[in-house]
């Protein structure tokens, strides 16, 4: 026991599933959210968060997924439901806040990292060292203090204006510069996790180290990063 714990979570009230990119399609539970017994719990209707987010001025900045906007849509609902479980954790003042989703088959324990992040200073964020896909890795993460864990959750402020510059909203590469922006520390460690599909199928992942398989795009995407916060100062 590392301290007091509390649970927060945002769901959509999603009755069924059509994803042509992932393969699924099928009827879903509403009451699954119940497995988690959280101590703050929000459930929405899906779309509502759509015209908030300026879904149809992000559509003009391009189809990263090229799949008639499926997966942008899929993405601005995700943004918007951390904005909000991050919105409740963060008025009951949180040292740390470890964002996980609950659609993921975690392979290790998270105390080893525990250790390390209630030693680590304000303004960090543990981030998966696997498949940043030229970003960061977006599927969890463990933030110190508010300010990192404003800038992980609350990313969906950034959207559009980094849509604007980068020609499009890519998930890692979003979360990437609002962590830059915000000037969090980041830190990786290799707690794996991995998809599960609707039908209860688990997904083969890549766990090598992003570093490794790109060991080149560090310094360019940083030289990337420095450019698009330029262009925003400016604008």
């Given at each position: 026991m590392v301290g007091e714990v509390r649970t927060f979570a945002h769901f959509f009230r999603q009755v069924e599933i059509d994803n042509p990119r992932s393969g699924e399609k099928g009827m879903l539970r509403d009451d699954e959210h119940k497995l988690l017994a959280p101590n703050h719990l929000e459930l929405e209707e899906p779309d509502l968060c759509l015209d908030k987010m300026g879904f149809q001025i992000l559509k003009t900045y391009g189809d990263?997924?090229?799949?008639?906007?499926?997966?942008?849509?899929?993405?601005?609902?995700?943004?918007?439901?951390?904005?909000?479980?991050?919105i409740a954790a963060l008025d009951w003042k949180p040292d740390i806040c470890i964002f996980v989703r609950p659609d993921l088959m975690y392979w290790n324990s998270f105390e080893k990292v525990l250790g390390k992040a209630v030693k680590a200073p304000d303004r960090t964020a543990f981030i998966p060292s696997w498949q940043h896909w030229l970003g960061l890795n977006d599927r969890f993460s463990l933030c110190i203090g508010t300010d990192a864990i404003r800038a992980y959750g609350a990313r969906q402020n950034r959207a559009l204006l980094f849509a604007q510059d980068a020609s499009g909203l890519h998930a890692e590469r979003l979360l990437r510069h609002a962590l830059e922006q915000a000037e969090v520390n980041v830190r990786r460690f290799n707690v794996r996790a991995s998809r599960v599909r609707s039908d209860g199928q688990i997904l083969r992942e890549d766990f090598r180290d992003a570093r490794l398989v790109f060991p080149r795009t560090e310094k360019f995407l940083k030289r990337v990063g420095r450019r698009v916060a330029q262009r925003s100062l400016f604008r």
């Open positions: 990263v997924w090229n799949d008639e906007f499926r997966s942008l849509r899929n993405l601005v609902h995700q943004l918007h439901s951390l904005d909000r479980v991050t």
